[in-house]
């Protein structure tokens, strides 16, 4: 019979491996748009900010993530190393 491999590392190294992933990948798009223009497509994608001010304590929300090609391909990257560790 065939063994299945599970992971057992922390989801944390999962979270590093795809912030990595990510940074890598958006730099070599930023180094690589001028050749090619294909790189430089990136949509974003997130909530606007908005504040909540309870007078005493005032909280700002927001998010946004550009994924550009090479950013996809960083963090899918990630995915895989983190399978294959």
């Known amino acids: 019979m065939a063994k299945i491999h599970r992971s057992h590392h922390s989801p944390w190294v999962l979270v590093l491996l795809l912030v990595v992933g990510g940074l890598a990948g958006s730099a070599a798009g930023s180094l690589l748009a001028p050749l090619v223009p294909f790189f430089k497509a990136a949509p974003v994608v997130g909530l606007r900010p908005s504040t909540l001010d309870l007078h ?5 929300f ?17 995915y895989l190393l983190y399978r294959w560790l």
């Open 56 to 60: 005493f304590l005032v909280l700002t």
């Open 62 to 78: 927001g998010l946004s993530v550009t994924l550009g090609p090479l950013t996809l391909v960083g963090l899918l990257l990630g």
